[in-house]
């Protein structure tokens, strides 16, 4: 007998109508050509919009090339991080892996799905507090917890979601996280090959680093 877990599992497998796409723009966008030196230059992408029943979040897709004609592309998954992201805050890796992951597609063509998961799904003023903990001593883990949140409530239906919707089913995962990649599977998304995304690290994120090794089992020894 199927489990209700089992069940809620599959009608989301093939209920293609909790996701609606609502829009699609272009947007021209500068990428910097390495890391550190270069001129930026233009790329112009392809930004869709996204609406669902799950989460009740707008999510976005930046594509880079032409999506019909993608065989297994690149992908990068990224959690919204507005702390990183928008004002470049090095507590974490999440600003330069998002530029980073930009530069690569723009390069190669590929996706990179916005998922306004922030704070790995506990959201903005979560996250915040759990920083002001972390300040007294508490590692990212232990955050959560005493904030009374498991360590990761993102969820990732939605992504697999927006790739079939995207006519796609196959990928290059950019990411360090081998916990997406199970995710996805679960809903379809075979990962044909994981790319790491190995950025980012400063003084001030050692530590947030070594637990995201030690207690998220994040691959992050550069081979
Ligand atoms: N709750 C909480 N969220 C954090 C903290 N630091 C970063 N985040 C969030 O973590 C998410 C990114 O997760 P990461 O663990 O950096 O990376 P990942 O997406 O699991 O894996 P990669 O694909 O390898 O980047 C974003 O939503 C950030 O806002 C923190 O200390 N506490
Ligand atoms: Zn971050």
Known sequence: MLSIEQLVQYRQI??????????????????????????????????????NAIDNQEHVALISGDVEKFDIPLVRIHSECLTGDVFGS?????????????????????????MRQE?????????LKAYELQEC?????????????????RRYELSA?????????????ITN??????????????????VPLIVGQAEENISYMQ???????HLLDKE
């Not at 609606?20 to 930004?47: C, M, Q, W, Y």
């Not at 704070?119 to 996250?127: A, E, F, P, S, V």
């Not at 979601?161 to 995962?173: A, C, E, P, Q, T």
């Not at 637990?211 to 089992?217: A, D, F, I, L, V």
């Open 177 to 194: 996280n081998p916990d997406k990649i199970h995710a996805l599977a679960k809903f379809g998304i075979e990962v044909i090959e994981r």
């Open 119 to 127: 704070g790995r799904g506990i959201g903005l003023l979560n996250k």
């Open 90 to 114: 090095l507590r974490c890796d999440c600003g330069p892996q998002l530029n980073h992951a930009k530069a690569m597609i723009a390069k190669e063509g590929g996706i990179i799905l916005y």
């Open 161 to 173: 979601f927006m790739l079939k919707d995207l006519g796609i089913s196959k990928i290059k995962l």
């Open 14 to 51: 093939f209920d293609s109508s909790l996701i609606k796409r609502e829009a699609k723009i272009k947007l021209p966008s500068a990428i910097n050509k390495t890391a550190h030196v270069g001129e930026p230059e233009t790329h112009h992408f392809d930004l869709y919009g996204y609406k």
């Open 211 to 217: 637990t995201k090794k030690e207690k998220m089992s």
């Open 137 to 153: 001593g508490a590692d990212t883990v232990e955050a959560n917890h005493q904030l009374g949140f498991a360590a990761d409530l």
